[in-house]
């Protein structure tokens, strides 16, 4: 309670007094795991202290626990530079995969002999806080690693983020329970004046189902998982929000050099300095005990408060750390060691069908939502009507779903011994978009008959069309184009092009200097790659490899600069020439015939033509040869290049890319974090580069 008629220099005291007792019933409960005084008891110190500063805002500091939520919304995130870069984790997925990581670094440093140290891979988001003076001072996201942004205000909220260090005499007593003498040594001698550590903001799984709760009550969407509101969070522009989200933080990495040897080292000069560090995290001696840890968190995952989905293996030395050095973005040192994909069981609510761009139908099973690896899964393909008679799922059944590669869900199994007699058997409808249905011959497909009076697949095609891989037409998505069509000012993709920024405008969502923005990009777009452009057209079975056999073909008869050239050459290629193409054959190459024999394609293409589209042909030289009848798959993340820039660069060189490994690939390039490609190819020998590699090969 505010004392009455307080002096200022008496309130200047009750204030520092307040502020000290506060930070440590804090660090109490939140890193000793001690409630010293209850909850209630904390807030009402805390509401003293609001008081005083009310009555005298000059005494207010940034370090005060009133100022984790403070200050006007921002408009955006001003940017800022990392001291040092902040790197990301190659993935492992084995017990080799492990020995291979360690085999490397042996080669690297011979003489090492090496220990580790092992935490809890958080589903969370990295950051970065800088303290001054023992005064939290900067908060920054990752960002590219090298510049993130500054999130101070909201970090400010997260209770378990320490808004001034623990007093000096607190952080040498606790050091010396450490036995960390040679950093005591160091402190008397000099005390650091900047500290940077750094660590992971998470939300409970707790919190998480108290927020969707809330979700509910509002009528509004649910949240996916925890980390993505974390993420979220973490980025709203009004501190109050953020606060509003019951935020958590643990404190994983010492940036300033402050004596320490090991990871270790750091971990436990973290929590002296008052971080709160995560309890489960622990020193290992070698890789077998790094599996028993391993295998023991992925069985009791389910117990821990918050979501992980691995551990992070640290190789504990800080002087081997360095010296085995950064590739790309990831450090030598260190991976993060995944779990296995989670698999849960479902019930298939119903099966509908999806159209696509050639009016072939997707069977789709609408899932009871359910969490798979941190992620809600409300639905999963069934490919085709084999699929479905393989599986012999039907409406109404009890299923098990997993996420391929931990991304794409999937039905594992049907439990029919879980059926109770109501499911139901699905079948293709007969009739869609107004037309009938037909298996098409020789394939598991569903189709309508007349893919070319369906607005469906028109949108699809659409879609297709301006997609990154295609025209790659930026700012013109699925809802813009919905609108263009909705509002009859296009009927084909040809017409985006002679779009005007007045047509736009009266839309809805679009002011003038977004309507112009679109059609800049649309301009910006006319100039295309061949391989590309065939791409674009949607041809059935036709996907971006055998567009590039396709444009080999055509670039033989003539150089096309243009559509109207491609009508041209589609006139002198017979269908036993598509068909006799390496890649193509029969089935494929009938796709491509009829297609270039259709009268309305063939208007189409002089429709892109009239409309200006410039096709840039490759030329055909003894450079641009030099990876012929090479076979390239790409796994992982590259850094240097982005998955479609590498693939063309390999088609510019006159190689393939192929979407799986198989003994025919030459090389199958690992960038970070690669996926179950990397890990067949070593079962079958395949050759594995690196990026490095890779670049070189392209030179």
């Given at each position: 309670?505010?004392?009455?008629?307080?002096?200022?220099?008496?309130?200047?005291?009750?204030?520092?007094?307040?502020?000290?007792?506060?930070?440590?019933?804090?660090?109490?409960?939140?890193?000793?795991?001690?409630?010293?005084?209850?909850?209630?008891?904390?807030?009402?110190?805390?509401?003293?202290?609001?008081?005083?500063?009310?009555?005298?805002?000059?005494?207010?500091?940034?370090?005060?626990?009133?100022?984790?939520?403070?200050?006007?919304?921002?408009?955006?995130?001003?940017?800022?530079?990392?001291?040092?870069?902040?790197?990301?984790?190659?993935?492992?997925?084995?017990?080799?995969?492990?020995?291979?990581?360690?085999?490397?670094?042996?080669?690297?440093?011979?003489?090492?002999?090496?220990?580790?140290?092992?935490?809890?891979?958080?589903?969370?988001?990295?950051?970065?806080?800088?303290?001054?003076?023992?005064?939290?001072?900067?908060?920054?996201?990752?960002?590219?690693?090298?510049?993130?942004?500054?999130?101070?205000?909201?970090l400010k909220t997260i209770e378990a983020i320490p808004l001034q260090l623990l007093e000096r005499d607190e952080i040498l007593k606790n050091l010396e329970k450490q036995k960390l003498h040679h950093i005591i040594t160091r402190f008397k001698k000099s005390w650091p004046k900047i500290i940077e550590a750094r660590g992971e903001v998470f939300l409970n799984k707790k919190d998480f189902e108290l927020l969707n709760k809330e979700q509910v009550k509002k009528g509004l969407?649910?949240?996916?998982?925890?980390?993505?509101?974390?993420?979220?969070?973490?980025?709203?522009?009004?501190?109050?929000?953020?606060?509003?989200?019951?935020?958590?933080?643990?404190?994983?990495?010492?940036?300033?050099?402050?004596?320490?040897?090991?990871?270790?080292?750091?971990?436990?000069?973290?929590?002296?300095?008052?971080?709160?560090?995560?309890?489960?995290?622990?020193?290992?001696?070698?890789?077998?005990?790094?599996?028993?840890?391993?295998?023991?968190?992925?069985?009791?995952?389910?117990?821990?408060?918050?979501?992980?989905?691995?551990?992070?293996?640290?190789?504990?030395?800080?002087?081997?750390?360095?010296?085995?050095?950064?590739?790309?973005?990831?450090?030598?040192?260190?991976?993060?060691?995944?779990?296995?994909?989670?698999?849960?069981?479902?019930?298939?609510?119903?099966?509908?069908?999806?159209?696509?761009?050639?009016?072939?139908?997707?069977?789709?099973?609408?899932?009871?939502?359910?969490?798979?690896?941190?992620?809600?899964?409300?639905?999963?393909t069934l490919h085709n009507e084999d699929e479905i008679k393989r599986l012999g799922i039907k409406i109404g059944d009890t299923v098990i779903v997993g996420r391929a590669g931990d991304v794409i869900p999937d039905v594992k199994k049907v439990l029919k011994e879980m059926r109770t007699g109501k499911e139901k058997e699905f079948r293709f409808p007969k009739e869609f978009c107004g037309q009938k249905v037909a298996r098409a011959e020789g394939e598991a497909a569903h189709k309508i008959l007349n893919p070319e009076k369906c607005d469906l697949v028109n949108r699809r095609r659409l879609y297709y069309f301006t997609s990154k891989a295609a025209f790659n037409i930026d700012g013109v998505g699925p809802k813009i184009i919905d609108s263009l069509l909705d509002?009859?000012?296009?009927?084909?993709?040809?017409?985006?092009?002679?779009?005007?920024?007045?047509?736009?405008?009266?839309?809805?969502?679009?002011?003038?200097?977004?309507?112009?923005?679109?059609?800049?990009?649309?301009?910006?777009?006319?100039?295309?790659?061949?391989?590309?452009?065939?791409?674009?057209?949607?041809?059935?079975?036709?996907?971006?490899?055998?567009?590039?056999?396709?444009?080999?073909?055509?670039?033989?008869?003539?150089?096309?600069?243009?559509?109207?050239?491609?009508?041209?050459?589609?006139?002198?290629?017979?269908?036993?020439?598509?068909?006799?193409?390496?890649?193509?054959?029969?089935?494929?190459?009938?796709?491509?015939?009829?297609?270039?024999?259709?009268?309305?394609?063939?208007?189409?293409?002089?429709?892109?033509?009239?409309?200006?589209?410039?096709?840039?042909?490759?030329?055909?030289?003894?450079?641009?040869?030099?990876?012929?009848?090479?076979?390239?798959?790409?796994?992982?993340?590259?850094?240097?290049?982005?998955?479609?820039?590498?693939?063309?660069?390999?088609?510019?060189?006159?190689?393939?890319?192929?979407?799986?490994?198989?003994?025919?690939?030459?090389?199958?390039?690992?960038?970070?974090?690669?996926?179950?490609?990397?890990?067949?190819?070593?079962?079958?020998?395949?050759?594995?580069?690196?990026?490095?590699?890779?670049?070189?090969?392209?030179?």
């Amino acid at each position: 309670m505010v004392i009455k008629n307080l002096t200022k220099t008496g309130a200047k005291e009750r204030i520092e007094k307040l502020k000290k007792a506060i930070n440590h019933y804090r660090y109490s409960r939140l890193v000793l795991n001690k409630e010293l005084i209850s909850p209630e008891a904390e807030d009402t110190l805390k509401k003293e202290l609001f008081d005083l500063e009310e009555k005298f805002p000059d005494l207010i500091t940034s370090d005060s626990p009133t100022q984790r939520v403070g200050g006007k919304a921002l408009k955006k995130f001003p940017k800022i530079h990392h001291t040092t870069r902040m790197l990301s984790f190659n993935d492992a997925f084995s017990e080799e995969d492990m020995e291979d990581w360690l085999e490397r670094n042996r080669k690297i440093l011979p003489e090492a002999k090496f220990d580790f140290y092992v935490e809890l891979k958080l589903d969370g988001l990295a950051i970065s806080m800088i303290y001054e003076n023992g005064i939290f001072k900067t908060g920054a996201t990752r960002g590219d690693g090298t510049i993130g942004e500054d999130v101070t205000a909201n970090l400010k909220t997260i209770e378990a983020i320490p808004l001034q260090l623990l007093e000096r005499d607190e952080i040498l007593k606790n050091l010396e329970k450490q036995k960390l003498h040679h950093i005591i040594t160091r402190f008397k001698k000099s005390w650091p004046k900047i500290i940077e550590a750094r660590g992971e903001v998470f939300l409970n799984k707790k919190d998480f189902e108290l927020l969707n709760k809330e979700q509910v009550k509002k009528g509004l969407s649910l949240y996916a998982n925890p980390r993505n509101v974390a993420a979220g969070s973490i980025r709203q522009l009004d501190p109050k929000i953020t606060a509003s989200r019951r935020l958590d933080s643990f404190a994983y990495s010492l940036k300033t050099d402050l004596g320490q040897k090991t990871h270790e080292e750091e971990h436990l000069i973290l929590y002296s300095l008052g971080f709160r560090t995560n309890p489960n995290n622990k020193y290992v001696k070698n890789l077998d005990d790094v599996f028993k840890f391993k295998e023991h968190w992925e069985k009791h995952r389910e117990k821990l408060s918050l979501e992980i989905d691995g551990i992070v293996v640290i190789i504990n030395s800080e002087e081997y750390f360095r010296r085995l050095g950064v590739v790309g973005k990831t450090p030598r040192g260190a991976i993060a060691y995944k779990f296995s994909p989670k698999e849960s069981e479902t019930v298939v609510e119903n099966i509908i069908v999806q159209i696509g761009r050639t009016g072939v139908l997707t069977p789709v099973a609408i899932l009871k939502p359910v969490q798979i690896g941190g992620t809600t899964v409300s639905r999963a393909t069934l490919h085709n009507e084999d699929e479905i008679k393989r599986l012999g799922i039907k409406i109404g059944d009890t299923v098990i779903v997993g996420r391929a590669g931990d991304v794409i869900p999937d039905v594992k199994k049907v439990l029919k011994e879980m059926r109770t007699g109501k499911e139901k058997e699905f079948r293709f409808p007969k009739e869609f978009c107004g037309q009938k249905v037909a298996r098409a011959e020789g394939e598991a497909a569903h189709k309508i008959l007349n893919p070319e009076k369906c607005d469906l697949v028109n949108r699809r095609r659409l879609y297709y069309f301006t997609s990154k891989a295609a025209f790659n037409i930026d700012g013109v998505g699925p809802k813009i184009i919905d609108s263009l069509l909705d509002n009859n000012l296009i009927s084909d993709a040809a017409d985006l092009f002679d779009l005007k920024t007045g047509d736009l405008v009266p839309l809805e969502r679009f002011a003038e200097k977004s309507a112009q923005n679109v059609v800049d990009s649309i301009k910006k777009s006319k100039t295309i790659d061949l391989y590309k452009f065939i791409y674009a057209l949607g041809i059935e079975h036709v996907g971006e490899e055998t567009a590039v056999d396709i444009g080999k073909k055509m670039a033989a008869h003539k150089t096309i600069n243009r559509p109207r050239d491609i009508v041209d050459v589609s006139l002198k290629i017979k269908l036993d020439d598509w068909q006799k193409i390496s890649n193509i054959g029969p089935t494929i190459g009938t796709s491509v015939f009829n297609y270039f024999s259709d009268k309305n394609q063939i208007a189409f293409l002089k429709k892109l033509d009239v409309a200006g589209v410039k096709i840039i042909s490759p030329k055909i030289t003894a450079e641009t040869q030099k990876l012929k009848d090479k076979i390239f798959v790409l796994t992982g993340r590259l850094e240097t290049l982005t998955r479609d820039g590498a693939k063309d660069r390999i088609r510019l060189l006159g190689g393939d890319i192929s979407s799986s490994v198989s003994k025919a690939v030459d090389y199958v390039v690992a960038g970070s974090e690669p996926g179950e490609k990397y890990d067949k190819a070593k079962k079958l020998g395949v050759k594995i580069i690196n990026e490095k590699q890779f670049l070189k090969i392209l030179k």
